[in-house]
């Protein structure tokens, strides 16, 4: 069974850097698309970016680009995301989620049929 732990998330200030890891036990990487949700107090859950197996296409959100970086290590059985200048907006539980191979990826959860528990990020002076 496919399993996704999430790491690396904790309080930063203001303009600082993170980078979460989502780390893949019981299935290998290299057959998955992974994808990164966050969930704000309040708000829904909101698709941020993702990375297809094949190709390794990826697809940011418009509230991301140019700040947050997706990649993937199929040898570690990890996806990272580095996530540069942050800002109070981006305080959230992040989550990653898989499905299968995929040429193209999406960031709404329909397709997403594994879902890790999440880690919070804070983004606070």
């Known amino acids: 069974q496919l399993q996704l732990v999430e790491s690396g998330g904790g309080l930063v200030q203001p303009g600082e850097s993170l980078r979460l890891s989502c780390t893949v036990s019981?299935?290998?990487?290299?057959?998955?698309?992974i994808g990164w949700f966050r969930q704000a107090p309040g708000k829904e859950r909101e698709g941020i970016s993702c990375?297809?197996?094949?190709?390794?296409?990826?697809y940011y959100t418009e509230s991301v680009k140019g700040r947050f970086t997706i990649s993937r290590d199929n040898v570690k059985n990890t996806v990272y995301l580095q996530m540069s200048s942050l800002e109070p907006e981006d305080t959230a539980v992040y989550y990653c989620?898989?499905?299968?191979?995929?040429?193209?990826?999406?960031?709404?959860?329909?397709?997403?049929?594994?879902w890790g528990q999440g880690t919070q990020v804070t983004v606070s002076s």
């Open positions: 990375i297809s197996n094949k190709n390794e296409n990826t």
């Open positions: 989620a898989a499905y299968g191979s995929s040429q193209f990826c999406a960031i709404v959860p329909a397709p997403y049929d594994h």
């Open positions: 019981g299935a290998d990487l290299v057959w998955h698309t």
